[in-house]
């Protein structure tokens, strides 16, 4: 069909070849090497794992993986290559325990010197490396007000005042947790009734844009993750984000009683992880002091180390009190709360 | 089958010569439903992680997920049908039909949109209409508008937003195939229609469109079945459909079983919705027996004045919004960060992108082929049925297609691997699922419905005596496939392979949940950079997409620039 069709076959050809070589990667199962699934974006993580190899020599191999995480190691089974599991949300870390992907790392000293016992499964099966507030971006121009509660969202004089993304995002499905596990399922209800009814619109894009949503004028109040705005406030190549970050005051929910509810990212040790031994050295690394102050400077991420400093950029935020809630208690309820979600339409937005 | 052949009898052959031939070819049956069966491996996965659920998450379902998700579902198609349609048929006609500037331009530019993935364009969308995006900005400065309030605009995150989303960039799968019928067979039939007196509209409405409706139809179910299983665009939109429901039963609410029910009667839906489609048009197929005498030019209707104006703005307004919108919005990223343009890591991706697609396109065609021509061997409904639901994968979610994938393959590599440590005393490891492979035969298998359509299209112009001819004259049946058949399909192979590189190429969800390590493509490059709400770090990669997607899409063009068939 084509005059120069010979031409572009060979050019076709040649490249299928080239390109042919690349789809089969050797297979990273060498000695001195130790296999991430992530569910982390491998950018983020790169700071941290060029710094492991640099102590231990230990090359790492990254994957990065979001929806079935969990159910791909299952399916592997034991040829399964993953050694340590990467992960943001308490609710995937619970699920990769509950889907026996996991195994249990119990009388390892320096992680259990390192990380607190609450940011740790009690039977060992994951770690807690780094925590977020899950806060209320609150227009400077037009929220007077510097202290707030989660229950507040659902009074009616913020009505078609607050913006959020979907109710269905594994972020805010913790926090709907975190208030069923604090109010009960009943009151917990009552109050997503309220708070859909305050929607300035139908839940939707992602954390940052609820803060571009304020700077717009579209809403007063958002939901969103503490480190965003770090990333926002320093974003030296989109430097609108930077106005978005000027336009919001971060406040803390609930500071003055049972505290702001709060997230981790973690990790697990695989259950047939083939290089046992090197995911136990990433795993006292990511512990420590050297790894734990990365997180924080670079992601804006709150260190579970308690000696570790948070960013300036976080300090400047104020003080944070965590929830205590047992993480545990939030990810038990994580079903009703999904389910909640879609009882009360939260997605549809408001009723107008 | 009513046949616009004269020579049609052979095109009918009774049961009893299917039986005859099928007892000719028990190695070719043999493979092909070997084939089929492979092909079929993640569709019966998913219904057998279906099956064992318990059903426990139905009532919550029927309750409170389902009438609403439903609606919108079908609210959704049907907004999409008529969008791509209108779009579609409107465009192609208006190219085929009329001369105005820019038309042969045009004829090969509203192709462009379909290198666009739904989830770049539904973000690109999203800033472009924002409040603070360029339209918004643009009103207020004209108008003086300070705040939210003081005017209306409407809101793309809805229904129609995700409507217009979708249209924007699978509309040209329409284009393409009214376009081909337009200019191919409709003409002629055309001609005598305007002989016998029939004014231009007349034509297009009582003969041409009716004569295109199969090469329609055929577009729309692409496009249906895209816009069925996309989740990036409808979950950034915040439209919740069914496959929106069927990630949060399975993620949020841990019942991957209850997830695989929802895909299950999805699948059911569009299946009944296909096959009642193709019932209601089985009376109607149209051969070419003539091929030669279309090559001729025909005749286009001049168009000056406002007219040509409006034909220009028609044809210009789909290109701007599939692929202007995107391009711009990219663009302007990827002008911050030009340094990219140099990462290894970009070039890379690039190199894995185009090798996939290029290997995926070859499977896909090869194993369409065979089963297209498996189905005219023996022409038995039973086969029919079996290609058609084999193709059916393209209208269930990546991810849940990936997963049903992943679960025989990986029983499979786990069977070899003991059955190699039991006898061999070595492992064999994962064999498919640890390597490209596995992400290469799933997007074969989520893209066959693309290669087999177009395939299938080039089949059915061609008239059922072509090869029964070769073969009463002694040839066998492959060799009468390989020597006559294959030549004269050429056109339409080379068709769905650029159409399954295409969307290949924008592929994400099988290739992020099946690769090995290290394998990155462009797709899994940028949506790395958008699941931490940093799109604008992939933009670059995002452009690196659409230009390797247009490169095919402009090969696809050339023959239709020259009016010649696809």
């Given at each position: 069909?084509?005059?120069t069709?010979?031409?572009?076959?060979?050019?076709?050809?040649?490249?299928?070849?080239?390109?042919g070589?690349?789809l089969?990667?050797l297979s990273?199962?060498?000695?001195?090497?130790?296999?991430?699934?992530t569910?982390?974006?491998?950018?983020?993580?790169k700071?941290?794992l060029?710094?492991f190899?640099?102590?231990?020599?230990?090359?790492?191999?990254?994957?990065?993986?979001?929806?079935g995480?969990?159910?791909?190691?299952?399916?592997?089974?034991?040829?399964?290559?993953?050694?340590v599991i990467?992960?943001?949300?308490?609710?995937?870390?619970?699920?990769?325990?509950?889907?026996?992907v996991t195994?249990?790392?119990?009388?390892?000293?320096?992680?259990?010197e390192?990380?607190?016992?609450?940011?740790?499964?009690?039977?060992?099966?994951?770690?807690g490396?780094?925590?977020?507030?899950?806060?209320?971006?609150a227009?400077?121009?037009?929220?007077e007000?510097?202290?707030?509660?989660y229950?507040?969202?659902?009074?009616p004089?913020?009505?078609?005042?607050?913006?959020?993304?979907?109710?269905?995002?594994n972020?805010?499905?913790?926090?709907?947790?975190?208030?069923?596990?604090?109010?009960?399922e009943?009151?917990?209800?009552?109050?997503?009734k309220?708070?859909?009814?305050?929607?300035?619109?139908?839940?939707?894009?992602?954390?940052?844009?609820q803060?571009?949503a304020?700077?717009a004028?579209?809403?007063?109040?958002?939901?969103g993750n503490?480190?965003?705005?770090?990333?926002?406030m320093?974003?030296d190549?989109e430097?609108?984000?930077?106005e978005?970050?000027?336009?919001?005051?971060v406040?803390?929910p609930n500071?003055?009683?049972?505290g702001t509810?709060?997230?981790?990212s973690?990790?697990?040790?695989a259950k047939?992880?083939?290089?046992?031994?090197?995911?136990?050295e990433?795993?006292?690394?990511?512990?420590?002091?050297?790894?734990?102050a990365?997180?924080a400077?670079?992601?804006?991420?709150y260190?579970?180390?308690?000696?570790?400093e948070?960013?300036e950029?976080?300090?400047?935020?104020?003080?944070?009190?965590?929830?205590t809630?047992p993480?545990?208690d939030?990810a038990a309820?994580r079903k009703a709360?999904?389910e909640?979600?879609?009882?009360?339409?939260l997605?549809?937005?408001?009723?107008? | 089958?009513?046949?616009?052949?004269?020579?049609?009898?052979?095109?009918?052959?009774?049961a009893s010569?299917?039986?005859?031939r099928?007892?000719?070819?028990?190695?070719?049956?043999a493979?092909?439903?070997?084939?089929?069966?492979?092909v079929?491996?993640?569709?019966?996965?998913?219904?057998?992680?279906?099956?064992?659920?318990?059903?426990?998450?139905?009532?919550?379902?029927?309750?409170y997920?389902?009438?609403q998700s439903v609606t919108?579902t079908?609210?959704?198609?049907?907004?999409?049908?008529?969008?791509?349609?209108?779009?579609?048929?409107?465009?192609?006609?208006?190219?085929?039909?009329?001369?105005?500037?820019?038309?042969?331009?045009?004829?090969?530019a509203l192709?462009?949109p379909?290198?666009?993935?739904?989830?770049?364009?539904?973000?690109?969308?999203?800033?472009f209409f924002?409040?603070?995006?360029?339209?918004?900005?643009?009103?207020?400065?004209?108008?003086?508008?300070?705040?939210?309030?003081?005017?209306?605009?409407?809101?793309?995150?809805t229904?129609?937003g995700?409507a217009?989303?979708?249209?924007?960039?699978t509309f040209?799968?329409?284009?393409l195939?009214?376009?081909?019928?337009?200019?191919?067979?409709?003409?002629?039939?055309?001609d005598?229609?305007?002989?016998?007196?029939?004014?231009?509209a007349?034509v297009?409405?009582?003969?041409l469109?009716p004569?295109?409706?199969?090469?329609?139809?055929?577009?729309v179910?692409?496009?249906?079945?895209?816009?069925?299983?996309d989740?990036g665009?409808?979950?950034?939109?915040?439209?919740?459909?069914?496959?929106?429901?069927?990630?949060?039963?399975?993620?949020?609410?841990?019942?991957?079983?209850g997830?695989?029910?929802?895909a299950?009667v999805?699948?059911?839906?569009?299946?009944?919705?296909?096959?009642?489609?193709q019932?209601?048009?089985?009376?109607?197929?149209?051969?070419?027996?003539?091929?030669?005498?279309?090559?001729?030019?025909?005749?286009?209707?001049?168009?000056?004045?406002w007219?040509?104006?409006?034909?220009?703005?028609?044809?210009?307004?789909?290109i701007?919004?599939?692929?202007?919108i995107?391009?711009?919005?990219?663009?302007?990223?990827?002008?911050?960060r030009l340094?990219?343009?140099?990462?290894?890591?970009?070039a890379?991706?690039?190199?894995?992108?185009?090798?996939?697609?290029?290997?995926?396109?070859?499977?896909?065609?090869a194993?369409?082929?065979?089963?297209?021509y498996?189905?005219r061997?023996?022409?038995?409904?039973?086969?029919?049925?079996?290609?058609?639901?084999?193709?059916?994968?393209?209208?269930?979610?990546?991810?849940i297609?990936?997963?049903?994938?992943?679960?025989s393959l990986?029983r499979?590599?786990?069977?070899?691997?003991?059955?190699?440590?039991?006898?061999?005393?070595?492992?064999?490891g994962l064999?498919?699922?640890?390597?490209?492979?596995a992400?290469?035969?799933?997007?074969?298998i989520r893209?066959?419905?693309?290669?087999?359509?177009?395939?299938?299209?080039?089949l059915?112009?061609?008239?059922p005596?072509?090869?029964?001819?070769?073969r009463s004259?002694?040839?066998?049946?492959?060799?009468?496939?390989?020597t006559?058949?294959l030549?004269l399909?050429?056109?339409?192979?080379?068709?769905?392979?650029?159409?399954?590189?295409?969307?290949?190429v924008?592929?994400l969800?099988?290739?992020?949940?099946?690769?090995?390590?290290?394998?990155?493509?462009?797709?899994?490059?940028?949506?790395?950079n958008?699941?931490?709400g940093?799109v604008?770090?992939?933009?670059?990669?995002?452009?690196?997409?659409?230009?390797?997607?247009i490169?095919?899409?402009?090969?696809?063009?050339?023959?239709?620039?020259?009016?010649?068939?696809?």
């Amino acid at each position: 069909m084509f005059d120069t069709s010979s031409k572009l076959r060979v050019g076709l050809a040649a490249l299928s070849v080239a390109a042919g070589a690349s789809l089969f990667p050797l297979s990273a199962q060498a000695e001195g090497t130790v296999n991430i699934y992530t569910y982390r974006q491998p950018d983020l993580i790169k700071p941290l794992l060029d710094a492991f190899t640099e102590e231990t020599g230990i090359d790492t191999e990254v994957l990065f993986l979001d929806q079935g995480l969990e159910d791909r190691i299952a399916a592997e089974g034991e040829n399964s290559p993953a050694d340590v599991i990467l992960t943001v949300d308490i609710g995937r870390l619970v699920n990769a325990k509950e889907k026996g992907v996991t195994q249990p790392v119990v009388d390892n000293q320096t992680i259990n010197e390192n990380i607190p016992a609450q940011y740790r499964d009690p039977e060992g099966h994951w770690i807690g490396l780094t925590t977020r507030g899950r806060v209320i971006y609150a227009s400077k121009d037009r929220v007077e007000q510097d202290t707030i509660t989660y229950e507040e969202l659902a009074d009616p004089k913020w009505k078609g005042k607050i913006c959020m993304r979907s109710g269905q995002h594994n972020y805010n499905i913790a926090l709907f947790a975190s208030m069923i596990a604090n109010l009960g399922e009943e009151q917990a209800e009552e109050w997503m009734k309220g708070l859909k009814e305050n929607l300035a619109r139908k839940p939707g894009g992602n954390d940052r844009g609820q803060a571009q949503a304020i700077y717009a004028g579209e809403c007063d109040l958002g939901l969103g993750n503490t480190y965003y705005v770090g990333l926002m406030m320093n974003n030296d190549e989109e430097p609108e984000q930077k106005e978005w970050a000027d336009a919001i005051k971060v406040l803390f929910p609930n500071s003055e009683d049972r505290g702001t509810h709060v997230n981790i990212s973690g990790m697990a040790l695989a259950k047939h992880a083939p290089n046992k031994e090197n995911a136990l050295e990433l795993m006292e690394f990511l512990s420590s002091a050297e790894a734990q102050a990365i997180y924080a400077e670079e992601n804006y991420e709150y260190p579970v180390l308690p000696s570790a400093e948070v960013s300036e950029t976080v300090q400047s935020f104020g003080e944070i009190k965590p929830d205590t809630l047992p993480l545990a208690d939030i990810a038990a309820q994580r079903k009703a709360a999904s389910e909640m979600v879609d009882r009360v339409g939260l997605d549809d937005g408001p009723a107008s | 089958m009513s046949s616009f052949t004269l020579k049609a009898p052979l095109s009918q052959p009774t049961a009893s010569a299917g039986k005859t031939r099928r007892q000719r070819h028990p190695a070719a049956l043999a493979i092909t439903a070997l084939v089929a069966a492979a092909v079929l491996l993640p569709i019966l996965a998913v219904i057998v992680m279906a099956f064992s659920g318990t059903g426990a998450d139905w009532p919550h379902l029927a309750r409170y997920v389902l009438p609403q998700s439903v609606t919108t579902t079908f609210v959704l198609l049907a907004l999409v049908a008529f969008g791509s349609s209108v779009l579609g048929v409107g465009c192609a006609w208006l190219v085929v039909a009329y001369e105005f500037p820019l038309r042969r331009t045009f004829a090969w530019a509203l192709v462009l949109p379909l290198a666009v993935p739904p989830y770049l364009a539904a973000y690109a969308f999203g800033e472009f209409f924002h409040y603070v995006g360029p339209v918004q900005t643009g009103i207020r400065t004209l108008f003086g508008f300070t705040r939210p309030g003081d005017y209306w605009f409407p809101d793309i995150r809805t229904t129609a937003g995700a409507a217009i989303v979708m249209t924007s960039v699978t509309f040209p799968y329409v284009y393409l195939t009214a376009r081909v019928v337009f200019v191919m067979q409709g003409r002629n039939i055309a001609d005598v229609a305007r002989t016998l007196g029939a004014a231009p509209a007349r034509v297009f409405w009582r003969v041409l469109l009716p004569v295109a409706r199969p090469a329609i139809v055929a577009g729309v179910a692409l496009v249906l079945m895209e816009t069925v299983n996309d989740f990036g665009a409808v979950q950034y939109l915040g439209v919740r459909t069914l496959t929106l429901a069927i990630y949060s039963t399975w993620l949020n609410r841990g019942s991957l079983e209850g997830a695989a029910q929802i895909a299950v009667v999805m699948l059911f839906l569009v299946f009944i919705l296909l096959t009642a489609e193709q019932m209601a048009r089985r009376k109607q197929r149209f051969h070419s027996a003539r091929g030669t005498q279309m090559k001729a030019r025909p005749p286009r209707i001049a168009l000056s004045g406002w007219r040509a104006c409006g034909a220009f703005a028609v044809a210009l307004v789909p290109i701007l919004a599939g692929f202007g919108i995107p391009l711009a919005v990219f663009g302007r990223y990827a002008l911050n960060r030009l340094d990219q343009f140099a990462e290894p890591a970009l070039a890379e991706a690039l190199v894995t992108s185009i090798g996939t697609a290029l290997a995926t396109a070859v499977l896909a065609i090869a194993v369409a082929l065979l089963l297209l021509y498996a189905a005219r061997l023996v022409r038995t409904r039973r086969m029919v049925f079996l290609v058609r639901f084999a193709t059916i994968g393209y209208a269930m979610p990546g991810t849940i297609l990936a997963l049903g994938l992943l679960i025989s393959l990986a029983r499979f590599d786990n069977f070899i691997d003991g059955l190699a440590r039991e006898y061999m005393g070595l492992s064999t490891g994962l064999l498919l699922t640890g390597s490209a492979a596995a992400v290469v035969l799933a997007c074969a298998i989520r893209f066959l419905a693309l290669a087999e359509g177009a395939v299938q299209a080039g089949l059915e112009k061609l008239p059922p005596n072509l090869d029964e001819a070769a073969r009463s004259l002694g040839r066998s049946a492959p060799a009468s496939a390989a020597t006559i058949l294959l030549p004269l399909l050429k056109p339409a192979i080379f068709t769905a392979g650029i159409l399954v590189f295409v969307d290949t190429v924008k592929e994400l969800s099988a290739t992020i949940l099946l690769r090995p390590f290290g394998f990155n493509t462009l797709a899994t490059y940028v949506y790395e950079n958008a699941s931490r709400g940093a799109v604008e770090e992939g933009a670059m990669a995002a452009l690196f997409i659409i230009a390797t997607a247009i490169v095919p899409v402009i090969l696809l063009s050339g023959p239709l620039m020259r009016d010649r068939d696809l």
